[in-house]
């Protein structure tokens, strides 16, 4: 999302369009390597089926691997880094998604950025995305997250998707784009 506002403006879309997805890919097979690692060695170790533990969600991040580390040598220095890691993911992720819905606005209504500070629109926007985001802080918020977690991102996404690919990549043509953005 956020690479588009981000590239520079003589730089070649497709060069990035194959390394981003490349990183990404091989990333998520070493995740799902570590994961998968990790779930076989507790169910070897407490000998029990690998059906029986946690696979998904929140139980995986907050259950079974803490479970795990605790079987580990140095557990408590080991505990600090995973939650440091799952906290500097998190902020990483609003970062990237906060640029690019600022980025966004501003490029659809320009005249923002030209009648106020860009210090004042950073604070409108976070403020929105924290008025936005009390759903969740209630009692009912894991439910509600629980709703726009399976709800709001499955098969609608995936239909985007697959309409970006095939007006972009089919019907407008990736040659025509790559001359679009040298302009």
């Given at each position: 999302m956020?690479?588009?506002?981000?590239r520079?403006?003589?730089?070649?879309?497709?060069k990035a369009?194959f390394?981003?997805?490349?990183?990404n890919?091989?990333?998520?097979?070493?995740?799902?390597?570590?994961?998968?690692t990790?779930l076989?060695h507790i169910?070897?170790k407490?000998?029990i089926s690998?059906?029986?533990i946690?696979?998904?969600?929140?139980?995986l991040?907050f259950?079974?691997?803490p479970g795990l580390?605790n079987?580990?040598?140095w557990?408590?220095?080991?505990?600090?880094?995973f939650?440091?890691?799952l906290v500097?993911l998190?902020?990483?992720?609003?970062?990237?998604n906060?640029?690019?819905y600022q980025?966004?606005?501003s490029?659809l209504?320009?005249i923002?950025l030209k009648t106020?500070?860009?210090e004042?629109y950073?604070?409108?926007?976070?403020?929105f995305?924290f008025?936005?985001s009390?759903?969740?802080?209630?009692r009912?918020g894991?439910?509600?997250?629980g709703?726009?977690?399976?709800l709001?991102?499955?098969?609608?996404?995936?239909?985007?998707l697959?309409m970006?690919?095939?007006?972009?990549?089919?019907?407008?043509g990736?040659?025509?784009l790559?001359?679009?953005?040298e302009?």
């Open positions: 956020y690479y588009g506002s981000a520079k403006a003589n730089e070649k879309i497709l369009s390394w981003i997805p490349m990183a890919s091989l990333t998520s097979i070493y995740a799902a390597l570590t994961v998968f990790f076989g169910s070897y407490l000998n690998i059906d029986e946690s696979g998904q969600g929140m139980d991040a259950v079974a691997y580390l079987q580990l040598g557990a408590n220095f080991f505990s600090v880094i939650f440091l890691m500097t998190g902020v990483d992720s609003v970062f990237g906060f640029d690019y980025t966004f606005v490029d209504f320009p923002i106020m500070r860009r004042y950073c604070a409108l926007v976070t403020t995305c008025l936005c009390l759903i969740f802080c209630n009912a894991f439910y509600t997250f709703m726009f977690d399976e709001s991102a499955g098969v609608s996404l995936l239909f985007c697959f970006e690919l095939i007006i972009i990549g089919y019907m407008f990736i040659d025509k790559d001359v679009l953005l302009i």
